[in-house]
């Protein structure tokens, strides 16, 4: 379950994708991009978000962007982290390209081979809990990979192959977000 807040973010996610994505080498010559919406998944230990945001394109395909949000700097991420925003809530949080952040990895991967959804969402208020609907509802396929040894994300074009998937359905669109592969299969 992912517990939301009603909270202030600064720089807003959007803004923060907007000054790392043109860094990218994959999203270098994206067109303008919207956010469709977003998904959660359960991290068990409930220390670090986790998120994957789609981004709308104007020519109707999407980009796929998971996040990861921390209360504290990752030890040797340097190279994901895409910035710190100020949560209202929580105070600063460090927001990594997931690809980088091993959770991130062990629960993607949780995910896609037990066949699960997206973690709940909820809100807390006077001690009631209001559940929200993500904007992006997914679904992993399910099924056994030996030796499950890249997660791999779609973040923009053709889907890559693999044994094991995560596909995502927003309004107007579905697609694969990630790939389990084996290592047999690389």
Do not use: C, N
Not at 29 to 52: A, H, I, Q
Not at 115 to 125: I, K, L, R
Not at 142 to 156: K, L, Q, T
Not at 167 to 176: A, D, L, P, Q, Y
């Amino acid at each position: 379950m992912a517990l939301l807040h009603h909270a202030t973010l600064t720089p807003t996610k959007k803004e923060l994708l907007d000054a790392w994505l043109p860094s990218q080498e994959w999203a270098a010559e994206l067109p303008e991009l919207t956010v469709v919406g977003s998904y959660r998944l359960d991290d068990p230990e409930g220390e670090v978000g986790v998120e994957g945001i789609v981004l709308g394109r104007v020519d109707g395909g999407f980009v796929h962007v998971p996040l990861t949000y921390r209360a504290a700097p990752l030890e040797g991420a340097e190279e994901h982290l895409v910035g710190t925003l100020e949560h209202s809530a929580l105070g600063t949080r460090w927001v990594y390209d997931a690809e980088g952040d091993p959770v991130w990895h062990a629960t993607a991967t949780a995910t896609v081979l037990a066949g699960g959804s997206g973690a709940a969402e909820y809100f807390e208020v006077d001690g009631v809990r209001e559940t929200r609907e993500p904007l992006v509802a997914v679904r992993g396929s399910g099924g056994a990979v030996e030796d499950p040894e890249a997660v791999v994300v779609h973040r923009v074009g053709e889907a890559p192959d693999g044994d094991a998937t995560l596909t995502g359905r927003w309004e107007g669109g579905e697609g694969v977000l990630v790939v389990v592969r084996s290592a047999a299969s690389r």
